[in-house]
């Protein structure tokens, strides 16, 4: 992969991630307001994150280095999904339940899922072309 394309995509990446800043659960606005950078502090996010940036930047074959990019963008996804559906199991209501998460989330995961989604998609085109 090109060091254009990289740029592309580490940028991209970064970009997906703002979201991430915003507060995207909680019981109400302004009074327990979580920021979505809890997708990004577990175990899921910080490998996904590493993986993406060996991927990306990493002295691999190219075949590897785009599955481990793929794998990085998807564990984003992963992350966000996994947050959404447990972080208020221990701080708010004592079980994992969908209905929870949907009552719980603001808005703006759902934006930043969508993000996050786009950026795969923006991966795997980038990072499709065989001539790299």
Known sequence: M???K???LTIAFVISLIPMLLSQYG???GVQEISGLLNLSNPIGIVAI???VLGVWGKFSVKV?????????IGIVAAEVYTYLTWHVMTITGEVSLENS???????FYFGVAVSVLMVIV????????RQ
């Open 102 to 108: 949907m009552a719980l989330a603001y808005p703006e």
């Open 27 to 29: 019981g109400g606005r």
């Open 123 to 130: 991966y795997l085109v980038v990072s499709s072309d065989v």
């Open 2 to 4: 090109n060091s254009k």
């Open 50 to 52: 590493g993986l993406f």
């Open 6 to 8: 990289r740029m592309v």
């Open 65 to 73: 280095a785009r599955a481990m990019g793929a794998i990085g963008v």
